[in-house]
């Protein structure tokens, strides 16, 4: 029973932060990727349902979001395109390079977002210590692997992978110095679940667009990342043990997390997406003879009154409602806010690709029935917290393995179709 229960909230965790990867393909960079991240945490927060950890729901959830988000810097299109190649050694470097961008999402998203779990008096987290060490690390491994080494993922292209690779470092070298080990295993979990799921949805995408169906493939990409990064975030988080803190909150120390989360990024999400060339290209596309315009005025407006509303709504409920400066915060709230902040995320991808006038984007609907699925069964499952530590040898082995079955991906990959559109050649 014990088991089942984790399996079915690790299934729920998997396909909320999948969706809304999947939807962030629309969107792209930190932002998006910071939405999507802040939601991937906020189902595993309803999923343990602990009233100590909804006292801190927003500083969690924008923890996992600034994770998750930081990654958002590295550019991989390119990296994507080796994995159409036609010989094996193109193609399993592209894959494996694939693994190395998701596996860092998922370390950062992940690290952060068990650093703030564990997170109490008695063991705080130096978030100004940890902030300049990561900084600095950034800028010596990026010094050092791509203008020193040239060790270069993917020229001509950004190689800003090595910032995030350093700050990784560093996230984990104050987890060892501070015994912050719950926070490293969510961190490795996360990180191997981005990592796999990147690199077999690139696969899938190729085999996808050999089957000659029409579909967007390289949507299911971004939720295979998104559902492998939320399964093992969720897998790392219900197998550590973490201690019990306060069950309500300061109303002012919230403030600030909840303006960025369903305020600040939503706002730059709209302002870097809803430009007015991008919208009448859409609209083009769809119906050359709409009057793209005036259309594009009611998309723009819908958008951004849709989070004006939706933060609104929320400062008060939180903020202004509370007569208490010491306030609690239940399940049905949590449930509330992320569902909130899922559908707006869906109802920004309908507006961005034209889905609300046009059925040419079948995968949109789809985001519907997957946040309909979620909301039907995230309530219902309740997974049991163990204590599994840190076992370096398994996961040594965990490691080699996933790389073999990456290198027959690539077997299979290779095999599988001549040269396609997008194949970049990374070594001749």
Request: aromatic share 18%.
């Amino acid at each position: 029973m014990n088991n089942r229960q984790l399996l079915y909230s690790l299934l729920i965790a998997g396909m909320s932060l999948g969706t809304a990867w999947a939807i962030r393909g629309q969107f792209g960079h930190e932002q998006g990727a910071a939405w999507a991240g802040g939601i991937g945490a906020l189902s595993i927060i309803l999923l343990a349902k602990r009233p100590d950890w909804y006292a801190k729901v927003f500083q969690l959830t924008l923890a996992s979001a600034a994770g998750w988000g930081i990654g958002g810097i590295i550019s991989y299109g390119v990296v994507v395109g080796y994995g159409r190649g036609t010989d094996f050694g193109n193609v399993y470097y592209g894959l494996l390079m694939l693994f190395v961008i998701g596996g860092l999402f998922g370390l950062l998203g992940g690290g952060l977002f068990g650093l703030m779990l564990a997170d109490n008096p008695l063991k705080s987290v130096k978030w100004h210590r940890l902030i300049v060490e990561m900084t600095a690390s950034a800028i010596i491994f990026y010094y050092l692997l791509i203008e020193e080494l040239g060790w270069l993922m993917t020229p001509p292209r950004s190689e800003a992978w090595a910032a995030c690779f350093g700050m990784a470092v560093a996230m984990f070298w104050y987890m060892i110095r501070h015994q912050q080990y719950a926070a490293l295993r969510v961190s490795v979990f996360a990180g191997l679940g981005g990592g796999f799921g990147f690199a077999f949805g690139n696969f899938m995408q190729v085999l996808g667009s050999v089957s000659g169906i029409h579909f967007n493939f390289w949507n299911v990409m971004e939720y295979s990342i998104g559902f492998f990064g939320g399964t093992g975030m969720a897998y790392g988080t219900f197998t550590s043990k973490w201690e019990d803190s306060k069950t309500t909150a300061n109303r002012n120390s919230f403030l600030a997390p909840l303006l960025i989360l369903i305020l600040l990024i939503p706002f730059i999400v709209w302002d870097q997406t809803f430009e007015t060339k991008r919208i009448v290209e859409m609209l083009t596309g769809i119906d050359p003879l709409a009057d793209t315009l005036s259309l594009t005025t009611y998309i723009q407006w819908a958008a951004i009154v849709s989070v004006l509303v939706a933060a609104a709504y929320w400062i008060y409920h939180f903020y202004f409602k509370q007569k208490e400066t010491e306030v609690s915060i239940n399940f049905r709230q949590t449930s509330a806010f992320f569902f909130s902040l899922l559908v707006l995320y869906a109802f920004f991808s309908l507006l961005i690709t034209g889905a609300f006038q046009s059925l040419y984007r079948i995968e949109q609907y789809l985001y519907f029935v997957n946040i309909v699925v979620i909301y039907f069964l995230i309530g219902k499952f309740e997974p049991s917290f163990s204590n599994r530590g840190i076992n370096l040898s398994r996961w040594a082995i965990n490691l080699l393995f996933v790389l073999a079955v990456i290198a027959l991906f690539t077997a299979v990959a290779v095999s599988s179709h001549e040269e396609l559109k997008g194949m970049q050649v990374r070594f001749n």
